[in-house]
């Protein structure tokens, strides 16, 4: 009787159940032109440094499954990430804006924690999201995987998914809502060890699953989201975030290494392994392969654990400015919507940011939000499906998370940093120490041009400084955003 009460309220069957009611209760949204809207999978993975993919050089470590998607779309060498650490990355991602705009710096922690840092416990439903906007247009929206935006440690009482337009979601230990909790398991242990297990309080239904395999978990619980809003004949969004390949590192006992850099190439290989199921349903799908954007990055920069610096093509790590803490892989796969002839190519030239990719998919999928939501990110669609060149418009800026001011190899980094065209700077908050890079010449960061172009680096610290002081957290009412959320809880 225990077992079958379990199989009944697992987090998976919840889903499934879920979307095939909510097939019944929405009215069908008439089709643009004569063919279906474009289906959108957001995959973002956690903790995964530029070059840890094959497709972006690595050697240490298989990842064919993530390298297929590279080999017939496009990888992008130059996308950024809006901070070089989770919980702000994941707000930009989410609703187009800076973090800053929500009091979103840092890793969000106990409430105690946030407060003495500045920090909100959780991101206003009132900001505009992706998910809302495809939602309101008839989209079946899921979430699959890490949130981390609200509901964590003992912040119980943050919003439930579903308020920021999510129909279905399983998250993990740093999110409300239906769950999967990780268990450990290492060599010697006579039995699997639970992780987290305060996050029971965050909602439920709750499964443990080791955490070698929650990956997997996610994937599957996305394949049957998938499958039944094709069934309900609905296009669909979905997020698959898994905290893989955040720590603790615990791969199977199979595939065991000793130290946390082996731990970590683990990891990243059994990672690959479990995403395959969701690319190969896509892929080898005549119908999903022609109508489907998988879009695949990272949030931030590599732990410095597991990693010799002197490795690494690019400087610092998480938590970091320097470009190995805020420039993640990006590949963009979609026989259906990528220029022909660009497929299995890479660009190295166009500088992309993650908060460019909702007015981007927006455009995709025929929503025109530009003149109702205040957009930090810019529409790049042509540059991310390979149709043309786009330069941006606009510098990129950046933040420091307020309490990493040493961090791995690093120390006393530097508060603030913008690239623009090729030139990286930084400085500090005052406007000091100020650091210039050529990114075209010098991508590691290694020889501090400051002093010869002394006027680039004033006028870059002026447009630093004036960005950092026009950040107000958002004061928008829900009319003033497509995406907004209609309630003020």
């Not at 450990?184 to 443990?208: C, F, N, Q, S």
Request: hydrophobic share 35%.
């Amino acid at each position: 009787m225990d077992k079958i009460y379990m199989v009944l309220q697992s987090p998976r069957v919840i889903i499934v159940t879920l979307i095939v009611v909510l097939s019944t209760m929405v009215s069908r949204v008439p089709l643009f032109g004569d063919d279906p809207r474009p289906n959108i999978i957001l995959v973002f993975i956690d903790d995964l440094g530029w070059s840890d993919l094959g497709c972006f050089g690595n050697r240490q470590a298989d990842t064919p499954a993530i390298d297929r998607l590279a080999s017939e779309g496009i990888a992008f060498e130059q996308f950024y990430v809006n901070s070089p650490i989770c919980s702000p990355s994941r707000v930009a991602i989410t609703t187009v804006q800076y973090p800053q705009r929500w009091r979103i710096t840092s890793y969000l922690d106990a409430s105690q924690v946030n407060r003495r840092r500045g920090l909100a416990n959780w991101l206003d439903p009132r900001a505009p999201t992706l998910a809302r906007a495809l939602q309101r247009q008839g989209y079946a929206t899921g979430h699959f995987g890490k949130w981390h935006m609200g509901g964590q440690r003992d912040v119980d009482a943050a919003p439930p998914i579903s308020q920021y337009g999510f129909d279905v979601s399983i998250t993990n230990f740093e999110g409300m809502g239906p769950k999967y909790l990780p268990m450990t398991l290492a060599p010697g242990w006579e039995k699997p060890r639970k992780i987290w297990e305060d996050a029971e309080r965050l909602g439920g239904p709750y499964e443990w699953s080791m955490r070698s395999q929650i990956t997997t978990d996610f994937a599957s619980a996305a394949i049957d989201f998938i499958k039944a809003s094709q069934a309900a004949d609905r296009p669909f969004y979905v997020n698959l975030w898994p905290d893989d390949v955040h720590g603790p590192w615990f791969p199977t006992l199979k595939h065991w290494r000793q130290g946390v850099p082996g731990l970590y190439l683990s990891v990243l290989q059994e990672m690959d392994t479990q995403l395959r199921a969701l690319f190969d349903l896509i892929c080898d799908d005549d119908i999903l392969r022609e109508n489907t954007l998988i879009v695949f990055c990272s949030d931030n920069g590599p732990d410095p654990k597991t990693f010799d610096p002197a490795s690494k093509p690019l400087r610092g790590c998480k938590a970091t400015l320097y470009e190995n803490g805020i420039r993640s892989p990006l590949i963009v796969w979609g026989p259906g919507f990528v220029s022909p002839e660009k497929q299995g190519t890479r660009d190295a030239e166009t500088v992309l940011a993650a908060f460019d990719l909702a007015p981007s998919l927006l455009r995709l999928v025929g929503i025109d939000a530009s003149a109702k939501t205040p957009f930090d990110g810019e529409d790049m669609l042509d540059a991310l499906l390979g149709h043309r060149a786009v330069k941006r418009s606009d510098s990129l800026c950046f933040s420091r998370p307020p309490d990493f001011k040493d961090f791995g190899n690093e120390k006393n980094l530097p508060d603030l940093a913008i690239r623009k065209d090729r030139w990286k700077f930084l400085c500090d908050v005052d406007g000091g120490r100020p650091q210039l890079y050529d990114l075209h010449a010098d991508p590691g960061e290694t020889q501090n041009v400051a002093d010869q172009h002394s006027e680039l680096a004033q006028v870059l610290t002026d447009e630093l400084l004036h960005w950092k002081a026009s950040l107000q957290p958002s004061g928008m009412t829900k009319n003033q955003s497509i995406g907004s959320s209609e309630s003020n809880e």
